[in-house]
């Protein structure tokens, strides 16, 4: 397969679960070079696992995001391995959503939201910054999500932290124009991720349904029991009606795998048929 990824170095947060994993498999199946960061050591040593395998680099190093001392050394490990750092995917990440009326039940939930999908973002950006300014070229891929688009009931703090990303990758684009090229990617919701594990309160990921609340909830009724029509899980049917995690990894990966001069800085990535409204 012909891949721009070919030879570059990919450092993955979150890569030890969900999308990161996903991403890191697929980059390296492109002939990237890809270095693992993640909380979870048991699920980076899976990603290894899954990704040695097929002949594929991977190291890996846990890691928090929220510190930035080790956002830090795992670019450090990045370089000591391989040299570079050609793109770092901020993918690591949890959704806590509740209500404002929860706030006893959620606010370290919140906190620690806040800390992760925000902070960590800002420490993975400063910890690769000077290496790939003096690379001369890199790529910065930031996961922000359609929450980030509006604020909806249930959503307040995960959303807050999904546009604080959509501005900041704003900002990082002007400053590093024609060195760092820079993508948002909005995805929606996705099942069989392991953000859902992270949910206060169930009732409030109604609030991103608004007025497609009956349709969503009689096709997930639908998806649960095993019948929902062919047609709205047929990726190639415009009723489609929720992508998987692989797809939206997919679209992260046509993001990523372009030549230095091209540059896709905003994706979202959604089902035609889907009952999202934001």
Known sequence: MN???????????????????????????RGAK??????NADGLAETATAIEKDGGAFVH?????????QTDAVARLAVEQFGSIDVLVNC??????????????AWRAWDACIDINFKGVVHGIGSVYDQMTRQGRGHI????????????????VYSATKAAINV???????ESQGKIKVTIVRPTGIPGTG??????????????IGHNMARFQARTAQATAGTLPPEYADSDDPRYWVPTPK??????????????????????????????IL
Do not use: C
């Open 168 to 174: 900041l990758s704003d900002s990082l684009r002007v």
């Open 195 to 208: 953000l859902v594990n992270s949910v206060i309160n169930p009732e409030a990921i109604l609030g991103i």
């Open 61 to 69: 190093q846990v890691t928090d995001v929220t510190d930035k001392e």
């Open 92 to 105: 690591a990440g949890i959704m806590p959503l509740a209500f404002f009326a929860d706030h006893e039940q």
């Open 247 to 276: 797809e939206l990894a997919e679209n992260v990966i046509y993001a990523i795998d372009q030549p230095w001069g091209v540059s896709i800085s905003d994706i979202t990535v959604r089902a035609t048929g889907e009952d999202m």
């Open 3 to 29: 891949s721009h990824l070919t030879g570059r170095t990919v450092l993955v947060t979150g890569a030890g679960s969900g999308f990161g994993r996903l991403i890191s498999e697929l980059a390296a199946a």
């Open 34 to 39: 890809v270095v693992g960061a993640d909380v």
């Open 141 to 156: 891929v930031n996961l922000s999500s359609i929450y980030g688009n509006a604020g909806s009931a249930g959503s307040g």
